[in-house]
């Protein structure tokens, strides 16, 4: 990771909130996409769902963002995973979200949980409360968009048996660039 990724990922969390129980995190994140408008329906249909209470992201032309989080299958935790990704392109500043990918069927969830996963090119624009993003990559396409983690609403359906949504959680971040996003699992031991 080049130095200047590292300084914007360091800046970025040392602005940043965070919450002192790691543990309740989650269940506050899951509780806020529950609360989300349509995301909430995704519980009672999908097989699984991986959730990323925090997500850091920087850039000054070369960004990067990381997060680590839980995945569920049936609603029961079977494993932690972590997200990397590179961007290139027109960027600058930093940001934080929460994300959740929802797995419609036990092939999707096998595919994420294959420890070789990656969605592809992006595109993004978050302001301090607001948020508002599209993707489209190898696998598919998506897009959400949210008002902050007290006030979210969402909007997205399956595409290619996976369902990402994200809520702004901070920060500032102008936006035109290409990257993928890899995600690695490890299963509970």
């Avoid at 990724?5 to 970025?12: E, G, K, N, S, T």
């Amino acid at each position: 990771m080049s130095a200047t990724i590292r300084a914007c990922l360091v800046l970025l969390l040392f602005g940043l909130p965070f919450s002192d129980s790691w543990a309740g995190e989650y269940e506050d994140t899951i509780k806020v996409f529950t609360n989300a408008g349509e995301s909430g329906n995704f519980f009672g249909k999908s097989y699984g769902y991986a959730v990323f209470p925090t997500i850091g992201k920087g850039g000054i032309g070369i960004g990067g963002a990381h997060g680590s989080g839980k995945v569920y299958e049936n609603g029961k935790y079977t494993g932690d995973t972590s997200m990397t990704q590179v961007t290139i392109g027109f960027q600058l500043g930093g940001q934080a979200y929460s994300q959740i990918i929802f797995f419609e069927d036990k092939r999707a969830f096998n595919e994420f949980t294959s420890g070789n996963f990656e969605f592809g090119a992006q595109a993004s624009a978050v302001a301090i409360t607001a948020g508002a993003s599209a993707g489209a990559s190898t696998t598919g396409s998506s897009a959400g968009a949210s008002g902050g983690k007290n006030d979210a609403t969402t909007v997205g359906s399956y595409s290619k048996g996976m369902a990402v949504f994200t809520v702004a959680k901070g920060g500032l971040m102008y936006e035109a660039s290409i990257g993928g996003q890899k995600y690695n699992y490890t299963p509970k031991k």
